[in-house]
């Protein structure tokens, strides 16, 4: 596609209920990323993959929190028993990876905002 | 750990006046990337400029150009002729040399244009 995706772009979920958050890379772009952006503040990383495997982590806040890229594209970031806290801006940004040389600029997606009530 | 600190939460320019929101890291790491991103009120983050630590000479896209002081571990960002479009938040941002890992961001500053 000519840019990344993510749906939806809002969400409001109950306290306790389980969201999914989708995000479509650019076509080809081996590395995705997932940040959490609270009001006021900037985007904090989550975790990392680059094509299926989830090479880094180390930013999900909670063993709640839970993403998947399975066939190296789309990704999803679950979040269960979802609390007041987890109300944020979830940013999605793919880039060519570590295989086409550069700076791999990261590309974000217009971002998923939930609402936890 | 990486830090961003970008200490202006705020600053207003008027229109076609020249703007320079400051940026300061921390790392121990001798090769990373900096970059300035914007993000408008539709929240999508776009870049602006980037600059290589390796790099001694000072990025610049048209209007937007940086003064990175790598021993002083500053990188600042002036836009020049600011326009009413320039409007939106600003984040400097750190990565570590190699691509695998997330972006560091500072807190961001509210540019705002007076026409």
């Known amino acids: 596609g000519a840019g990344v995706s993510q749906s939806p772009r809002y969400k409001v979920a109950k306290r306790g209920q389980d969201v999914a958050l989708r995000c479509d890379p650019i076509?080809?772009?081996?590395?995705l990323f997932w940040y959490q952006q609270a009001l006021g503040q900037g985007p904090e990383f989550l975790t990392y993959?680059?094509?299926?495997?989830?090479?880094?982590k180390s930013g999900l806040p909670s063993d709640r929190f839970f993403a998947e890229r399975p066939e190296g594209s789309v990704s999803t970031l679950k979040i269960q028993r979802t609390q007041q806290e987890d109300s944020a801006v979830y940013l999605c940004?793919?880039?060519?990876?570590?295989?086409?040389?550069?700076?791999?600029?990261?590309?974000f997606g217009p971002g998923t905002r939930l609402t936890v009530t | 750990a990486q830090t961003v600190t970008q200490s202006q939460p705020e600053m207003s320019v008027q229109e076609a006046e020249t703007v320079t929101l400051s940026c300061t890291y921390d790392?121990?790491?001798?090769?990373?990337?900096l970059f300035w991103y914007k993000q408008p009120p539709s929240r999508q983050m776009i870049l602006v400029i980037r600059?290589?630590?390796?790099?001694?000479q000072n990025a610049t896209e048209n209007r937007f150009s940086v003064n990175f002081q790598k021993a002083a571990k500053s990188f600042s960002l002036k836009i020049s002729d600011s326009q009413l479009g320039d409007a939106a938040m600003y984040f400097c941002?750190?990565?570590?040399?190699?691509?695998?890992?997330?972006?560091?961001f500072g807190k961001g500053t509210h540019l705002i244009i007076q026409p």
């Open positions: 941002a750190y990565r570590t040399e190699g691509g695998a890992d997330g972006l560091t």
């Open positions: 993959f680059q094509n299926e495997a989830q090479l880094d």
């Open positions: 600059q290589e630590a390796y790099k001694q």
């Open positions: 790392t121990s790491e001798s090769d990373y990337y």
């Open positions: 076509s080809g772009h081996v590395s």
């Open positions: 940004a793919s880039s060519l990876g570590v295989l086409a040389g550069g700076p791999y600029e990261q590309y």
